[in-house]
């Protein structure tokens, strides 16, 4: 079965396919190049550079996921030794151009790896709120210790007591009834309702339990 031919034409012995990049450098180049395409052309660089600073941050294992190419890496490298405001403004230009050769899946890649890392995975947060609802019912239910320590019986059984208690004392008078009500800012600067939540979640991770539905741990995040 033969292959529709692609449109385009020849210049100096070179086939130009339509709407390849090439056609569009000859057609501005005899159009001349307008104020509006360079505009564009800068808008879209200042855009690349700035994913590139802010790849230039972006935590190591999440860096090795996006497997870029071997010159990429390697001008982001040199871009974070240097010092000096022009140079790394030089360096910052040639890393421009080089995301210019990117994929739009490889852009996508790196903003996907970027929120991960602003806003952690999706694992992450549910692990999160499987502690917070952990952490809340262990303080509100006296018989949620019993069944905390029938999944986690390496817990070091001490140290929740003196937590638990503690964070019950702490909690505003005349809602020591309503624990799960009382979430507001007297119990999130309370000391052992936050070490209560680290307890808590390093035992989830060290067994991989993390949380059965999502969530969010906004009141860890303001401590």
């Known amino acids: 079965m033969s292959r529709k031919p692609k449109k385009g034409y020849f210049v100096k012995g070179q086939f130009v396919a339509e709407g390849s990049d090439l056609d569009l450098e000859l057609k501005a180049e005899l159009k001349g190049t307008s104020e509006s395409s360079k505009t564009d052309l800068k808008r879209e ?9 802010e790849l230039m941050s972006l935590r190591a294992d999440l860096f090795k996921r996006l ?25 910052m230009q040639y890393v421009g151009k ?20 602003r806003n952690g ?19 509100a239910e006296e018989s949620a210790l019993s069944i905390w320590l029938e999944h986690f019986p390496d817990t070091d059984i001490q140290q929740l007591r003196a937590l638990i208690r503690q964070a019950r004392k702490d909690l505003p008078q005349g809602h020591e009834a309503r624990v799960q009500e009382s979430t507001g800012q007297a119990q999130r600067k309370s000391r052992a309702y936050r070490e209560l939540f680290q307890l808590v979640r390093e035992q989830l991770g060290s ?17």
């Not at 660089?45 to 600073?53: I, R, S, T, V, W």
């Not at 490298?77 to 405001?85: D, G, L, M, V």
């Not at 080089?98 to 890392?117: H, P, V």
Request: charged letters at 35%; proline letters at 0%.
């Open 45 to 53: 660089m200042d855009a690349l550079q700035e994913l590139g600073k």
């Open 67 to 91: 497997d870029l190419s071997e010159q990429l890496v390697e001008a982001l490298a040199e871009a974070r030794r240097i010092t000096n405001f022009e140079g790394k403004r030089r360096q």
């Open 98 to 117: 080089l995301m210019r050769k990117l994929d739009e899946t490889q852009i996508e890649a790196i903003n996907q790896a970027l929120d991960e890392q």
């Open 121 to 139: 995975s999706a694992a992450e947060k549910m692990a999160l709120h499987a502690a917070e609802q952990w952490r809340d019912r262990l303080i």
């Open 207 to 223: 067994t991989g339990q993390g949380g059965q539905d999502g969530g969010e741990a906004e009141d860890e995040s303001h401590d």
